[in-house]
């Protein structure tokens, strides 16, 4: 794997915790919460409070979730979508640089989202057909360089912004995970110049020391 590789931009990466951050993932409610509700990851809780605060996500939906794995999203995203008899209602497509393990439904490819050539395999699979809602929860490792970890989150959030401003319908919503500090304004000035709506979430379920933010842009500018 390159240095920019597959834990560098999509995944939470192999990194060292402390006693103390394990055992505080231990006793985390969400994480308890998580594993009785069969969801892969608390992150699961985050999303389903903005989705239910911003009144997002119908039957009927096509949903893009990029930086899908381990998967938590796409199974909230699915779960919503089923309607009577169990049939999904809608489409989910995920798309990740890592495996990941298959849930009914969700249309899943594994590629880097920053190869021309694993856009144009997405844009086949829509086959056309215009995006309600994109979601992200792509985070970059972050090295503790203040300049070097900016430009990786705004670059993140970009390649995000920049295939939803594309493959959005007019009234449709993106949502992305950004990080406080240098870069974030220009992040939101960003969303701003695509988006008549841009609203900031910290959903209960993130950890009050984290500094991420969930970015949430609604309705596209003509």
């Not at 903005?50 to 979730?65: A, C, H, N, S």
């Not at 701003?192 to 991420?212: L, T």
Request: aromatic share 8%; charged share 25%; proline share 4%.
């Amino acid at each position: 794997m390159s240095s920019l590789g597959i834990f560098e931009l999509y995944g939470n990466g192999q990194e060292k915790f402390s006693k103390e951050w394990v055992q505080q993932h231990i006793n985390d409610p969400y994480v308890k919460m998580a594993q009785q509700k069969g969801y892969r990851a608390r992150a699961a809780f985050k999303l389903m409070e903005i989705l239910d605060t911003e009144k997002l996500l119908r039957k009927g939906d096509i949903v893009v979730d990029l930086g899908a794995a381990p998967g938590s999203w796409s199974q909230v995203v699915r779960e919503r979508l089923v309607g009577p008899g169990g049939v999904l209602e809608g489409r989910v497509i995920a798309l990740d640089l890592l495996p990941m393990e298959p849930i009914a439904g969700v249309e899943f490819f594994q590629g880097d989202f920053r190869n021309d050539d694993v856009l144009h395999q997405l844009e086949a699979r829509l086959q056309g057909q215009k995006v309600d809602l994109v979601i992200s929860d792509m985070a970059p490792n972050l090295s503790g360089v203040g300049v070097a970890d900016s430009a990786r989150i705004q670059h993140v959030c970009d390649l995000a912004l920049e295939f939803s401003v594309n493959h959005l319908k007019p009234d449709g919503a993106l949502i992305v995970k950004a990080f406080h500090g240098s870069g974030f304004s220009q992040i939101v000035e960003s969303f701003k110049r695509h988006f008549v709506r841009v609203v900031e979430r910290k959903p209960k379920a993130s950890r009050d020391k984290s500094s991420e933010t969930f970015l949430i842009g609604r309705r596209l500018k003509s």
